[in-house]
C-alpha cells in the first residue's frame, strides 16, 4: 500500500483542527465585544519577538499554533467585526459568508476555465446577473468578482481604453493619437491615481474634478477642463461618478454625469463600491439613480453587504469589450465551453478562487429583504449617531442620507485649518487608545474633522451613545 505524502494529515487530523478553528472564531466573535477595538499601539516589536519563535524548522502542533495565532490576531489588531467600529468600509461579515469562504477553500474550484469548475463559475454569474438587475443594467450586462474595488476599477479603465481606441488593444499607449485624460471627483477614492500609473497613462492623465458646497463633482467645472483639455489636444475617455465617496459618502450627480459621457462620445463608469449595496433596498435604491445609464459598474461585497473581504464586482454592459480588453488563447489552457465564456479570459486575473460563493450563501440563506432591511437599519441609526452628535455641540460637515457621519468642533475650527486638523487628529487618537470605540480623522475640502461610519449589523443604538460618550470625553480631555 503506497504510504501517503508528509503533507497528508489525514481526515481525522483534518475534522479536528478545523473544529478547533471553529470553535476559536465563535469564541472570538462572542467576546469581541468585550476588549478594545484596537490596541493603544501598533506593538511591532512584540509582534517580531514573537514571530521569531516560529523558524519554520520544526514542525509545531496545529491546534497550538491556531490558538497562538488568534490569540495575536485579538492582542495586536483593530477588530473590524467590534460593534463599535466606526471607520472604514470593513463590516462584520455574516456567517454565511464565513462558512463560504471555508468552503470554497476546502472544495478549491480553479475558476481560470468554465470546464474546470461551471458550477462554481454560474453561481457568480448569477450572483453578477442578480446585481446588474437590482442597479438596472440591461440583461446583456456581464462582470467578474474581483479581489476589490481597486482591481474593478482598473478592469473599467481598460475597458473604457479599449472602447475608445481602436489601436490600443495591440499597439498600447504608444498607437494612441494623443495623450488619454479620465475624470473623477476630488473626492473619489484615489486609486485611480495608482490606476492610471499601472496602465501606462501616468497619474497625470487623472483630472480631479473639484467638488460642489455638497462635495459632489461639480459639472461646471467638469465642464471646464473638459473643454481645456480638447483645446490642449487631450483625448479625454472616461468620466467616472462615485456612489457614495469614501470620506463623506457623497453621491455625484450620476444622471448629469451620463448624459455629458454621452454627448461627448466617452465611457461613463460609476465607482458604487460602498453605496452599491444600497440597490437591494427599494426605499434606497432611488438614491442611485442614474447608475442605470452606466457603461460599467463596481460594487463591493466586502464593504456593505457584510461578506468577508475579497469581494469585489465588476459589471459592464459592454461584454463585447469585456471579451476584448482580456481576451488570450494557449494551448496548456482547455478549449472553450460552448456559450460559456473561461472567465481567465474576460478579468483581469487569471487563476483565481471562488470569490463569489460567501455572496451568493449570504445572499440565498438570509435572502434580498433581510439585506435590505440591514442597510435601512444603517441608515437610521446614521442619523440617530448626526443627531446625538449635534445635540453635543458637534457641527456636521457633511451632507449625505447615507451612514457617514463627519462633525467637526467650531471652537476648534476657529485658530485656522492647521490647529483644527492637529485638535480633531488628537482627539480621534483619544478614543481609539481608549480601545472603547475606532474613529478616523477626516478632511473634506481640505476641513479637518472626525468621521465615523456604520457599516456592522452587530452596532446598535446602545454602542451610538458609547461612541458619542466617548467623543466627549476626548474633546473635554483635548484643550482647544
Given at each position: ?39 493603544a ?137 494623443g ?18 500609473h499601472?496602465?501606462g ?28 483639455d480638447?483645446?490642449?489636444?487631450f ?14 459618502g ?31 433596498s ?70 483565481r ?12 440563506a ?46 476648534a ?26 474613529v ?41
Amino acid at each position: 500500500m503506497e504510504e501517503t505524502g508528509p503533507l497528508d494529515a489525514g481526515e481525522k487530523e483534518g475534522a479536528r483542527l478545523l473544529a478547533a478553528v471553529a470553535e476559536l472564531v465563535v469564541r472570538h466573535a462572542g467576546s469581541v465585544a468585550d476588549g478594545p477595538v484596537a490596541p493603544a499601539e501598533p506593538g511591532t516589536a512584540q509582534i517580531r519577538d514573537w514571530l521569531s519563535g516560529y523558524d519554520f524548522e520544526r514542525a509545531a502542533p496545529a491546534e497550538d499554533t491556531v490558538a497562538d495565532v488568534t490569540g495575536m490576531l485579538r492582542r495586536w489588531g483593530v477588530h473590524t467585526t467590534h460593534p463599535r467600529y466606526f471607520g472604514l468600509f470593513n463590516p462584520t461579515p455574516t456567517w454565511w459568508g464565513v462558512a463560504g469562504e471555508l468552503l470554497a477553500a476546502g472544495v478549491n474550484p480553479q475558476l481560470a476555465a468554465y470546464s474546470h469548475a461551471p458550477a462554481a463559475v454560474e453561481m457568480e454569474r448569477h450572483v453578477l446577473r442578480f446585481m446588474a438587475g437590482r442597479l438596472g443594467l440591461p440583461d446583456a450586462t456581464e462582470g467578474s468578482f474581483t479581489v476589490g474595488g481597486a482591481e474593478a476599477n482598473l478592469t473599467a479603465v481598460v475597458i473604457a481604453l479599449t472602447r475608445a481606441f481602436d489601436g490600443y488593444p495591440r499597439s498600447g499607449l504608444l498607437g494612441l493619437p494623443g495623450q488619454p485624460v479620465m475624470y473623477a471627483s476630488a473626492e473619489s477614492h484615489l486609486a485611480w491615481l495608482k490606476i492610471a500609473h499601472m496602465t501606462g497613462l501616468g497619474r497625470d492623465a487623472v483630472r480631479l474634478v473639484p467638488v460642489d458646497a455638497g462635495h459632489r463633482l461639480d459639472l461646471i467645472s467638469l465642464r471646464e477642463m473638459y473643454a481645456a483639455d480638447i483645446a490642449a489636444g487631450f483625448a479625454p475617455f472616461l468620466v467616472v461618478g462615485t456612489a457614495g465617496t469614501t470620506a463623506g459618502g457623497a453621491i455625484d450627480p450620476l444622471p448629469e454625469l451620463a448624459l455629458l459621457a454621452s454627448i461627448w462620445g466617452v465611457h461613463f463608469h460609476v465607482d458604487a463600491a460602498w453605496a452599491g449595496a444600497i440597490a437591494l433596498s427599494d426605499r434606497l435604491r432611488p438614491l442611485l439613480a442614474g447608475v442605470e445609464l452606466a457603461d460599467s459598474v463596481t460594487v463591493d461585497a466586502h464593504k456593505w453587504l457584510s461578506a468577508p473581504m475579497g469581494a469585489g464586482m465588476f459589471l459592464t454592459r459592454h461584454p463585447d469589450a469585456l471579451a476584448s480588453s482580456f481576451r488570450a488563447s494557449t494551448s496548456y489552457m482547455p478549449d472553450e465551453s460552448e456559450g460559456a465564456s473561461d472567465p481567465y479570459a474576460t478579468s483581469v486575473q487569471w487563476s483565481r478562487r471562488f470569490a463569489g460563493l460567501k455572496v451568493f450563501l449570504g445572499l440565498a440563506a438570509a435572502g434580498r429583504p433581510a439585506h435590505a432591511a440591514q442597510l435601512e437599519r444603517d441608515v437610521r441609526l446614521g442619523e440617530l449617531l448626526g443627531r446625538r452628535l449635534r445635540e453635543e455641540g458637534w457641527r456636521r460637515i457633511n451632507d449625505t442620507p447615507l451612514p457617514v457621519i463627519c462633525v467637526a468642533d467650531p471652537d476648534a475650527e476657529r485658530d485656522g485649518r492647521e490647529h483644527s486638523a492637529a485638535w480633531h487628529a488628537a482627539v480621534a487618537d483619544r478614543v481609539v487608545a481608549g480601545g472603547e470605540a475606532w474613529v478616523s480623522t477626516v478632511q473634506l475640502a481640505g476641513r479637518p474633522g472626525i468621521r465615523l461610519c456604520l457599516t456592522s449589523y452587530r452596532t446598535t443604538a446602545a454602542d451610538i451613545e458609547a461612541v458619542v460618550a466617548a467623543l466627549g470625553r476626548a474633546r473635554e480631555a483635548q484643550p482647544v
